[in-house]
């Protein structure tokens, strides 16, 4: 008798401390347990797992929102209260990293543009959702902080992505002196860990909506290989990353995209993008896709 594999979550059911909604080809993920402020569970590195999954493979999603309900939370991190649970396991396995950490987008090979609105404190496994943004959004009454160190654990996957974004000094004052310091969201915009600011929280999920519809207008295709030309960019060398990119460029040539948006605008009407990322000109080759005298086509 063989196994069959284990259905994941429904996710068009109530789900355990997140919200999963999809608006006109935004997905929409909102952290939902305001009473506990938001904190993560065990039970849900399956369901974000799961919705990543679903963002990443579904061609009708074009972009991704991160938030959370209330005002006073964004996410306060793993409920340490959950760490001795039966389903402990799902987040505390001793495998591979690919394997064992399904939190972010980037953690899950989501090449589609993801926002993080942030309204609240947030703090330690939080900061997964926000280093592994494309664009960070947050209300003044924001706040960052990480206390791995306080509970006895190991600042390092969040850690590693802050030390991306911010200049090593701030990255190590918030991961050594844990809930000692809590950057403001303030210093947060001045150091580039957080993009655009807003008054009030109330603000927040209108602007990341405007911001992932205009995202949404642009090819899907286009959007993931810049997104992963950018992000590509800090594994490599100047001269590797360049040459990644080009490589990247040039496999565009072939899809129907790199035609449709020049046609597109010369005609004076919106493109009609094909979301399939294999679609290719009549089976063309790079080639044949640039153009009768050998050119580029689109910047």
Known sequence: MTDRPTPGPDLRGPLDGLRYERRDGVAILTLDRPERGNALTPAMHGLFRAAWAEIRDDPEIRVAVVTASGERHFCTGFDVGEAGGDDADEVFRNAPFADAVAWSPHQNRVWKPVICAVNGLCVGGGLHFVVDADVVLASENAAFMDTHVNVGMVGAIENVGLARRLPLGAALRMTLMGRHYRMPARRAYELGLVDELVARPVELLPLAEEMARAMASHSPQAMALS?????????????????????????????????????????????RWNPDPDARVNGARVDEARGDDGEEEAG
Not at 241 to 248: G, I, K, P, S, T
């Open 227 to 271: 997104k992963q030309a950018v992000w590509g960019s800090l594994e490599r060398g100047y001269g590797e990353a360049l040459e990644h990119a080009w490589a990247l460029l040039r496999l565009h040539w072939s899809h129907p995209d790199f035609r449709e948006g020049p046609r597109a605008f010369a005609e004076k009407r919106e493109p």
